[in-house]
């Protein structure tokens, strides 16, 4: 039997709105599945999720979640 590592991930919940802010900043919370404040996704905590969220993290809140 072999053990399964467990993978974290990211609960991203969008606290703000894109109204206003610049197209691409947009685009990476479609992206992320997001549009509507308040609206949260689960995704794998690997380089590029952490790279679209650093972009605009300033319209997010991010919390690490093991599973």
Do not use: F, N, W
């Not at 794998?44 to 650093?54: F, K, L, N, S």
């Amino acid at each position: 039997m072999t053990a399964k590592k467990k993978q974290k991930t990211l609960r991203i919940t969008q606290v703000r709105s894109g109204i206003g802010h610049r197209k691409d900043h947009r685009a990476v919370l479609k992206g992320l599945g997001l549009g509507k404040i308040g609206r949260t996704v689960e995704r794998p905590d690997d380089p590029c999720i952490r790279g679209m969220v650093a972009k605009v993290d300033y319209l997010l809140r991010v919390e690490e979640v093991e599973g």
